[in-house]
């Protein structure tokens, strides 16, 4: 059956037909909702909330768009409802986060449990270096963080993130400009990959912990963003961390489960969640 067949089956209310559409994309959907949430649970409960209201509303949907970005919108104004309750976040999330592991025997169990234990509880870098974007993209305002997030990792065109935003075509290159340029500013004082000034070196401090035995300069040079630290400026580094970004699954990757304990140990540092509340042995 042609796609437009399907389309037109889905808006006659078939939950089947819609079914297929949606899991095109469905997969992006959840990555993004979590690059959004910084919560695995919230990105599942409102990638199942989308489907369900976007279904209820298909026969709304008049083919302005595609069907891809009508679906972002209703997932973006879900997100937005479910952020209102949060605070954005600071920039020293993550040290507070790892000032919070470095202080708990519990954390740090529950780290290397993961890690001895998960299929995906290995520690790589360039995945830290993922999850580090998405605690720094917290920091925008909310509009700010979607715009950036559609336009530089998830390939959406600015007409798109238009509709997806309600906003003109001028509002929505300011959002972008606006948020590239604060990102770039804490990432160039702060990221120590980039920067012999910069004051985090999180990621290869976890390496040489999970990955003792591992030459730590190799493995640095690995990294494009390393590679190219002297001889490009701020804005072409930004752009190769977000190069590097578009090229991970947050949900899907080598260290998934580990970068997921990590991130419920920072949002519990920030007063975003309860690390110790779902450990063995706590009360329900």
Not at 11 to 34: C, H, P, R, V, W
Not at 137 to 144: A, D, Q, V, Y
Request: glycine share 4%; hydrophobic share 40%; aromatic share 10%.
């Amino acid at each position: 059956m042609k796609k437009e067949e399907v389309l037109k089956n889905a808006i006659a209310g078939d939950i089947n037909a819609f079914q297929t559409l949606f899991g095109e994309f469905q997969g992006q959907l959840k990555s993004y909702l979590y690059r959004l949430l910084a919560d695995r649970n919230d990105a599942d409960d409102l990638t199942h909330d989308t489907f369900i209201k976007a279904f209820t509303k298909i026969s709304t949907f008049n083919q302005d768009s595609s069907l891809k970005t009508w679906v972002f919108t209703i997932a973006t104004n879900l997100a937005y409802d479910h952020l209102r309750k949060f605070k954005r976040w600071q920039a020293d999330a993550q040290d507070r986060g790892a000032d919070l592991a470095i202080g708990s025997d519990e954390v740090k169990q529950a780290f290397w449990k993961v890690h001895d234990n998960s299929p995906a509880g290995a520690y790589e870098m360039r995945e830290h270096i993922d999850y580090c974007f998405t605690c720094i993209s917290k920091t925008l305002l909310i509009e700010n963080q979607v715009a950036l997030i559609l336009k530089d990792i998830y390939d959406f065109q600015v007409k798109e993130i238009c509709l997806i935003l309600d906003k003109t075509e001028g509002v929505i290159k300011h959002l972008l400009n606006d948020a590239r340029s604060v990102m770039t500013d804490i990432f160039e004082h702060r990221c120590a990959l980039i920067n012999k000034n910069g004051v985090c070196h999180q990621c290869s401090h976890i390496n040489e912990i999970f990955n003792p035995k591992q030459n730590q300069q190799e493995e640095l040079m690995k990294l494009e963003l390393v590679k190219a630290s002297k001889k490009y400026n701020r804005e072409q580094l930004f752009a190769l961390r977000t190069l590097l970004v578009k090229a991970i699954d947050p949900l899907h990757a080598s260290g998934t489960d580990l970068h997921d304990e990590i991130m419920k140990c920072t949002r519990t540092a920030i007063g975003e969640g309860d690390f110790f509340n779902r450990l063995p042995g706590s009360e329900a």
